[in-house]
């Protein structure tokens, strides 16, 4: 058959003219070679754009069923979804790992070493410095959701005889696993001095970010998990960090983020006197804040969290919108200026509706984050107004009757508007079903809604909010002074608070959480912020009386009273929409996620987590 095929060969080279024999030394054109693909910065690059894709998150990068998951919003999209908010956290919540990116990143950092022989010095290192930040953020994602797990730097090649136990990993302690995070970023950071210019590839800073960030976790997991009356640990401590680490955890966070921060390499936006519009435009535009982005671009890679999430009235498509309802927690999380609880003002001591002139009053002098956060009841989306209305209220001699048109858009028989174009409206599909509207990462450019356009606004990995409240973190449980500037320059510059609006004597470890709550909303970290405080289990008690554990809305009616002085004015009242069927419900169990049954079949040095 060789011999057949051989003269084949040598009759087309005869037929059409094979100079030389160079015609059979000709490289495969469908082929690229190892030699090739490390030798050629671009492709080296192409394939890291691959990896990139590839970092993992849970609620993050537009997920929007996702989002609604937690306290801060439910389903209101399609009913084929609608499982989303009738569930709870089972055992497997979380879940992640994935050893084959890994092992690719693995793989990549061999083959540079030995293939890419015409790269310069610097080059390499600043390929190897990337894939090894990814290779530490995925262990950071592994790490946070499944306690300690196998440490694994180089390939694992089976060598045949049947014998699988070289390639059997047991699980690294947990507090290992941040130890080689954070050894791996001191590593490579210098490396990565040469990408400053970018916010979608590692560089310096990046890696300072999820030193920041990962330390973070760390230390609350020392602190905390042991403060439990009954501490979640392993024998082994694949489970449990020490109390005795967090300090040292906590200072190596505080360092890298004071390092973020004097760098002036990144600013908090505040290029709009509006703080509310501010706080939008932070995310929605391309701006100095982020330090680390999943980007997205017209015509090439966009995403569809507009299309999802835009308001009713003012979708481009004809189908799908308001699939996230935020809740009525959410934007009473958001303060006073004053400095007063967010509880908005609904009901008199009495239990009697207060009454406001304007359909937004009620939301007045609320922290400016809300605005950029949540589109509510008398505002606007891309210039237009918002008709967000649930019905009216009418006296009938005693009380009020509150009543909800058929249809959106409906009138009322005093010729004035029944129910708004955008609800809210319970037990509906594509409405609000809380009264309230996502803004946040909603791009208001034109036809972003559309599936033919979509949007291009990116997802923010890191950016310097963030970075702000992780140094406020870790110096307040430190007791160093510094928690109180940091704090309070977030809430001046995206708040709107005034200068100093928190002092000595009333910044708490509650105050600071429920700042990273209103700042980060939707930006994948309250899930994973209510584990790392061991409080998650309260949070959500799975009670049906826990106004976090439970999604509440809110719904605008207009007063219907002739000849009184309330009449035309609006009143408020708080609900609990029917799609919501079940309270949130964390078990010890959702702590650390459990490991896949096939994952622990074929190895067993790896020990199950607690509760599983």
């Known amino acids: 058959m060789k011999n057949k095929i051989f003269l084949l060969i040598l009759i087309?080279?005869?037929?059409?003219?094979?100079?030389?024999?160079?015609?059979?030394?000709?490289?495969?054109?469908?082929?690229?070679?190892?030699?090739?693909?490390?030798?050629?910065?671009k492709l080296i690059t192409s394939l890291l754009a691959n990896y990139y894709d590839r970092l993992p998150s849970l609620?993050?990068?537009?997920?929007?069923?996702?989002?609604?998951?937690?306290?801060?919003?439910?389903?209101?999209?399609?009913?084929?979804?609608?499982?989303?908010?009738?569930?709870?956290?089972?055992?497997?919540?979380?879940?992640?790992?994935?050893?084959?990116?890994?092992?690719?990143?693995?793989?990549?950092?061999?083959?540079?070493?030995?293939?890419s022989v015409s790269l310069s010095d610097e080059q390499k290192n600043l390929f190897r410095g990337e894939l090894r930040f990814m290779r530490a953020f995925v262990y950071f994602e592994m790490v946070k959701r499944m306690g300690g797990v196998p440490i694994v730097t180089k390939q694992l090649i089976y060598s045949g005889g049947g014998d699988p136990t070289p390639l059997q990993t047991p699980r690294s302690k947990e507090h290992e696993v941040y130890d080689f995070i954070y050894e791996e970023l001191e590593a490579i950071k210098n490396d990565l001095k040469d990408n400053n210019e970018?916010?979608?590839?590692?560089?310096?800073?990046?890696?300072?970010?999820?030193?920041?960030?990962?330390?973070?976790y760390a230390a609350s997991i020392a602190k905390y998990n042991n403060l439990m009356s009954s501490p979640i640990t392993l024998p082994g401590e694949e489970v449990?960090?020490?109390?005795?680490?967090?300090?040292?955890?906590?200072?190596?966070?505080?360092?890298?983020?004071?390092?973020?921060?004097?760098?002036?390499?990144?600013?908090?936006?505040?290029?709009?006197?509006?703080?509310?519009?501010?706080?939008?435009?932070?995310?929605?535009?391309?701006?100095?804040?982020?330090?680390?982005?999943?980007?997205f671009k017209t015509g090439i890679k966009t995403h569809r969290f507009a299309y999802d999430n835009?308001?009713?009235?003012?979708?481009?498509?004809?189908?799908?919108?308001?699939?996230?309802?935020?809740?009525?927690?959410?934007?009473?999380?958001?303060?006073?200026?004053?400095?007063?609880?967010?509880?908005?003002?609904?009901?008199?001591?009495?239990?009697?509706?207060?009454?406001?002139?304007?359909?937004?009053?009620?939301?007045?002098?609320?922290?400016?984050?809300?605005?950029?956060?949540v589109v509510y009841a008398g505002t606007t989306f891309r210039g237009t107004p918002v008709n967000i209305q649930a019905g009216v209220a009418e006296w009938n001699g005693t009380q009020y009757v509150l009543t909800t048109g058929a249809n959106l858009?409906?009138?009322?028989?005093?010729?004035?508007?029944?129910?708004?174009?955008?609800?809210?409206?319970?037990?509906?599909?594509?409405?609000?079903?809380?009264?309230?509207?996502?803004?946040?990462?909603?791009?208001?450019?034109?036809?972003?809604?559309?599936?033919?356009?979509?949007?291009?606004?990116?997802?923010?990995?890191?950016?310097?909010?963030?970075?702000?409240?992780?140094?406020?973190?870790?110096?307040?449980?430190?007791?160093?002074?510094?928690?109180?500037?940091?704090?309070?320059?977030?809430?001046?510059?995206?708040?709107?608070f005034p200068a100093n609006s928190l002092s000595a004597s009333t910044l708490t470890i509650d105050k600071i959480r429920n700042e990273r709550r209103v700042e980060l909303a939707f930006e994948?970290?309250?899930?994973?912020?209510?584990?790392?405080?061991?409080?998650?289990?309260?949070?959500?008690?799975?009670?049906?009386?826990?106004?976090?554990?439970?999604?509440?809305?809110?719904?605008?009616?207009?007063?219907?009273?002739?000849?009184?002085?309330?009449?035309?004015?609006f009143l408020y009242e708080k609900t609990h929409p029917t799609r919501f069927k079940r309270p949130r419900f964390f078990r010890m169990a959702n702590y650390y996620s459990s490991i896949a049954d096939d994952v622990l079949n074929n190895n067993p040095k790896l020990v199950k987590n607690p509760f599983h």
Not at 198 to 216: G, P
Not at 535 to 553: L, R, S
């Open 409 to 496: 858009g409906d009138q009322y028989s005093d010729g004035g508007l029944w129910t708004g174009f955008d609800g809210p409206k319970d037990n509906a599909q594509d409405v609000s079903n809380t009264g309230f509207y996502m803004r946040k990462f909603v791009s208001d450019a034109a036809a972003a809604s559309s599936r033919g356009t979509s949007a291009e606004n990116w997802w923010p990995w890191f950016r310097l909010g963030e970075i702000y409240l992780n140094a406020a973190e870790a110096a307040f449980e430190l007791n160093d002074a510094s928690a109180l500037g940091y704090i309070n320059t977030i809430r001046e510059i995206h708040g709107g």
């Open 310 to 373: 835009i308001v009713k009235s003012l979708t481009d498509d004809n189908e799908s919108s308001s699939s996230l309802s935020p809740s009525l927690s959410l934007v009473e999380s958001f303060d006073y200026l004053d400095g007063s609880k967010g509880t908005l003002k609904y009901k008199d001591a009495n239990g009697d509706y207060i009454t406001y002139p304007n359909i937004s009053d009620i939301f007045a002098n609320k922290d400016a984050r809300l605005y950029g956060t």
């Open 198 to 216: 970018s916010q979608t590839r590692a560089n310096y800073y990046i890696a300072l970010a999820l030193e920041s960030r990962a330390m973070l």
């Open 240 to 295: 449990g960090i020490p109390a005795a680490k967090a300090n040292d955890y906590y200072t190596k966070s505080l360092n890298a983020s004071k390092e973020i921060i004097t760098s002036n390499k990144y600013e908090l936006y505040n290029k709009n006197a509006d703080k509310g519009e501010n706080f939008y435009e932070m995310l929605n535009k391309k701006t100095d804040e982020v330090i680390f982005a999943k980007d």
């Open 524 to 569: 994948d970290h309250r899930y994973f912020d209510l584990k790392r405080w061991r409080i998650a289990h309260i949070v959500w008690d799975g009670t049906e009386t826990n106004t976090d554990a439970v999604v509440y809305g809110l719904y605008p009616y207009r007063i219907v009273r002739p000849g009184n002085a309330d009449d035309g004015k």
């Open 59 to 115: 609620h993050g990068v537009f997920n929007t069923g996702g989002m609604s998951e937690i306290d801060d919003a439910m389903w209101s999209g399609h009913w084929d979804q609608n499982g989303r908010n009738d569930f709870n956290y089972a055992n497997d919540y979380g879940r992640f790992w994935d050893y084959s990116l890994i092992r690719d990143i693995n793989l990549a950092l061999e083959n540079i070493d030995q293939y």
């Open 12 to 41: 087309t080279c005869s037929l059409i003219g094979c100079n030389d024999n160079k015609w059979l030394e000709e490289d495969p054109k469908e082929i690229i070679t190892d030699e090739q693909t490390w030798n050629d910065p």
